[in-house]
């Protein structure tokens, strides 16, 4: 009788020790799955700043790059009064080219 209480006793204790090593190789499992999604959590926020990062600089090269729509006015404006400028003096030269005709027309004449 004494055998079988122990033959019962090493069955209970073996029992109860691959439970034990089951419920930590379970934990384990668990907690490298955790490490492994945090892991893939970081990269895709390191991602993320990158990605905001470039969006930035993006911003920042597309406000030097392209001019807005009160400096294509004032642009507009300042081209306009040159041309007329330019048209101004050439109606002088005009004036002056019609005098200088003129008075070769009256010197043969």
Do not use: C, P
């Amino acid at each position: 009788m004494r055998d079988a209480l122990t033959w019962s006793a090493l069955v209970a204790s073996s029992g109860s020790i691959i439970a034990v090593v089951r419920f930590w190789i379970w934990i384990g499992a668990k907690v490298a799955k955790a490490e492994a999604a945090a892991a893939i959590a970081q990269a895709a926020l390191a991602k993320a700043d990158m990605t905001a990062a470039e969006l930035v600089a993006h911003k920042v090269e597309a406000a030097n790059r392209y001019a807005t729509a009160a400096a294509l006015a004032e642009a507009e404006r300042d081209i306009s009064a040159k041309v007329d400028g330019v048209a101004r003096r050439l109606d002088m030269v005009n004036e002056r080219l019609d005098r200088v005709l003129e008075a070769l027309v009256e010197r043969r004449g």
